[in-house]
């Protein structure tokens, strides 16, 4: 019973201990390999939070898109000239889920009634469960600011406030129109 202890105290003497240090600092950078190389929670973390960012990425581009369209065509309207458009968005993506069977159920002697709801689920091919979208309803359109070089003119400036506002349906008195030199 004595032997390990005389080993253990062995193996912490002066001449051991630089020896121990240094294969503990081996074992500790193989463990900090093999965690990034093994997948985990952490990278499934990672796809995700890549994959959202490239959504917003996309979001922003479709937008600057749109705005950019709507620029070159009010840009063909006579008078308008160069054209620039800023869009402003209200809220963001809506997600409506498809439900499953929707069950009522009501009790004659004491009045109450119940409503039964549910959300299908889906299982995608990574084995992660989530709602079926029935329906994505995009943002609306909160406000327009037109900047063109035939923003002074006030006839100019009302076709342009109608062009807005037909294709983004949107109030005149959401759409600024301003002149730029």
């Known amino acids: 019973m004595n032997k390990?202890?005389?080993s253990i105290r062995k193996l912490f003497n002066e001449k051991n201990r630089l020896r121990l240090t240094?294969?503990?600092?081996?074992i500790a950078v193989?463990?900090?390999?093999?965690?990034?190389?093994?997948p985990g929670s952490s990278d499934k973390k990672k796809?995700?939070?890549?994959?959202?960012?490239?959504?917003?990425?996309?979001k922003q581009n479709d937008l600057r898109e749109t705005e950019e369209?709507?620029?070159?065509?009010?840009?063909?309207?006579?008078?308008?000239?160069?054209?620039?458009v800023i869009l402003s968005l209200e809220g963001s993506e809506e997600y409506i889920y498809a439900e499953d069977i929707t069950s009522e159920r009501n009790a004659d002697e004491t009045e109450t009634k119940e409503k039964f709801q549910s959300?299908?689920?889906?299982?995608?091919?990574?084995?992660n469960r989530?709602?079926?979208?029935?329906?994505?309803?995009?943002p609306k359109y909160n406000g327009a600011l037109v900047i063109c070089e035939g923003g002074y003119d006030p006839s100019v400036r009302e076709r342009l406030i109608k062009a807005v506002s037909a294709a983004l349906?949107?109030?005149?008195?959401?759409?600024c129109v301003e002149y730029s030199k």
């Open 69 to 84: 369209r709507l620029g070159k065509l009010l840009s063909r309207i006579q008078g308008a000239g160069e054209t620039s």
């Open 22 to 26: 240094v294969a503990l600092a081996v």
């Open 4 to 6: 390990p202890i005389i």
């Open 47 to 58: 796809v995700n939070d890549s994959s959202s960012t490239s959504e917003l990425s996309y």
């Open 130 to 138: 989530e709602g079926l979208i029935r329906k994505v309803l995009a």
């Open 119 to 127: 959300k299908l689920i889906v299982s995608n091919s990574s084995g």
């Open 30 to 38: 193989l463990l900090i390999f093999l965690s990034e190389i093994i």
């Open 169 to 175: 349906d949107l109030p005149s008195s959401k759409i």
